[in-house]
């Protein structure tokens, strides 16, 4: 996997308001297509990323090991800080899960997973919607 993929992939599980990737970037300076949520937090570890891995370019491979690296100092210092708001907290936790998923696909082979068919209990609302009038006190 390389670095333009890792962020694409953490687009996908975080959402696009914490990852705005710029699918036509060139190089990291124009890696977000908008700002993120948290700008300074995730243009920092992106950064951090980038230099952890050794990547000269977007399609630089990386790994786990270092990207996590690159994660611990950042989330320290967020967790340590009196201005972290929950939310920060929250997306700091989400994005290690993330990056261990993310890197855990890439190594186990691939599997066909039949999808989980759950029946619903259907609720006619016809009998319920006649019971409830509004009665005027005029």
Same mark, same amino acid.
């Given at each position: +996997?390389?670095?333009?993929? #890792?962020?694409?992939?953490?687009?996908?599980?975080?959402?696009? *308001? @914490? $990852? %705005?990737?710029? %699918?036509?970037?060139?190089? /990291?300076?124009?890696? $977000?297509?908008?700002?993120?949520?948290? *700008?300074?937090? +995730?243009?920092?570890?992106? &950064?951090?990323?980038?230099?952890?891995?050794?990547?000269? &370019?977007?399609?630089?491979?990386?790994?786990?090991?270092?990207?996590?690296?690159? =994660? !611990?100092? /950042?989330?320290?210092?967020? =967790?340590?800080?009196?201005?972290?708001?929950?939310?920060?907290?929250?997306?700091?936790?989400?994005?290690?899960?993330? =990056?261990?998923?993310? $890197? !855990?696909?890439?190594?186990?082979?691939?599997?066909?997973?039949? %999808? /989980?068919?759950?029946? !619903?209990?259907?609720?006619? =609302?016809?009998?319920?919607?006649? @019971?409830?009038?509004?009665?005027? #006190?005029?």
């Amino acid at each position: +996997m390389n670095f333009k993929e #890792l962020l694409s992939q953490l687009e996908e599980r975080l959402g696009s *308001h @914490q $990852f %705005p990737v710029n %699918p036509a970037a060139t190089t /990291i300076k124009n890696i $977000f297509e908008g700002s993120p949520l948290h *700008h300074d937090t +995730m243009t920092g570890l992106a &950064r951090a990323i980038y230099v952890s891995n050794a990547c000269r &370019r977007l399609t630089d491979p990386v790994n786990l090991d270092k990207t996590l690296q690159a =994660l !611990a100092p /950042i989330r320290q210092e967020a =967790l340590r800080s009196t201005a972290t708001d929950v939310d920060l907290y929250r997306v700091l936790d989400d994005l290690g899960a993330a =990056l261990n998923e993310i $890197f !855990a696909d890439t190594k186990a082979p691939i599997k066909s997973i039949p %999808p /989980i068919r759950r029946s !619903a209990e259907i609720i006619l =609302l016809s009998a319920y919607r006649r @019971q409830r009038y509004l009665k005027s #006190l005029a």
